[in-house]
């Protein structure tokens, strides 16, 4: 039988990388996510219309699910959000919670969802996109970075929890990716700063060893990887899909 892959934030960015490499894999994939307009773009693939901050809408998702498929096989919590763009002392109360709902508790609502019906299966894998802001930390994104701690700590529990129940846990830690959200982050960071975006930019690329920028294909093959008998003892690992983070800041 094909894998039934759940992707959050599916509809465009990483989450769209990895539907198409699931599909190409064979497997059968549902999006959620909370853009109509980017879902309405991917027709082509099942989607719902979930903001991953609200149980009550991860709730139905999982109950949509459970009527249309009967289980899950994977679970991919991909959702996170930028957060505010600031030194710790400007950081806003508003922005921290809006970042740290989605990403963590998008992550967790995830999971906490999808436990119980990969349980009933006795198998199951779970993939959080995690971020080396959450290995490193991460200058002026102090929201972001500490949900992506969140993330990984998350994760940890949760392959402990299910371990015994034959339910894998692992998060992908990408580095920079290349797209509008990356661009849209620099362009920020380089007005915070008062530096150019180029300028930025290069810090970014001078980071790693491989000197590379990640793109979502990357970090879609180290999630269909993960999803794979291939990795069946593979839990509770933070693995980074970044070039290696030589410096996590060398940014001017
Ligand atoms: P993106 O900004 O391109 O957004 C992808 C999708 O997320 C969008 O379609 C958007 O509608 C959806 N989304 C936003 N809030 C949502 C919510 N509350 N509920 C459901 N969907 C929501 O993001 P991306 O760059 O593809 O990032 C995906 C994941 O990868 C995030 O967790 C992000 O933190 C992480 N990540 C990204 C990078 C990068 O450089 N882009 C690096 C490391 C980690």
């Known amino acids: 039988m094909a894998q039934r892959v759940l ?36 027709s082509d693939l099942r989607g719902s219309h979930v903001d991953v901050s609200d149980e009550d809408q991860v709730a139905a998702l999982f109950a949509a699910i459970a009527e249309i498929w009967g289980g899950l096989d ?41 436990a119980p019906m990969m349980k009933a299966a006795g198998a199951g894998a779970m993939i959080f996109t995690s971020s080396t802001a959450g290995q490193y930390g991460f200058p002026n994104r102090a929201p972001y970075a500490a949900a992506k701690w969140g993330v990984n700590g998350l994760m940890k529990t949760v392959a402990m929890e299910l371990g015994p129940y034959g339910i894998r846990a692992n998060a992908i830690c990408p580095g920079p990716v290349e797209g509008p959200r990356m661009d849209g982050v620099i362009d920020r960071e380089a007005a915070a700063k008062g530096v150019s975006p180029e300028a930025i930019r290069a810090g970014y690329v001078a ?12 970090v879609a093959a180290m999630a269909v990887f993960l999803a794979s008998p291939a990795a069946r003892l593979v839990s509770g690992q ?5 070039g290696h983070t030589e410096n996590p800041d060398p940014k001017p």
């Open 207 to 218: 980071g790693s060893s491989m000197r590379s920028f990640v793109t979502g294909a990357d």
């Open 238 to 242: 933070i693995i980074a899909v970044d």
């Open 7 to 42: 992707i959050t934030a599916g509809a465009s960015g990483i989450g769209l990388a990895m539907a198409r490499a699931f599909e190409a894999a064979g497997a059968e994939v549902w999006i959620a996510d909370a853009d109509a307009a980017a879902l309405g773009a991917v």
């Open 74 to 114: 994977v679970l991919c919590a991909n959702a996170g959000t930028a957060g505010p763009t600031a030194l710790i002392e400007d950081q806003p109360l508003d922005g921290w919670n809006a970042c740290l709902g989605v990403t963590l508790g998008g992550a967790f609502l995830s999971a906490k969802y999808a």
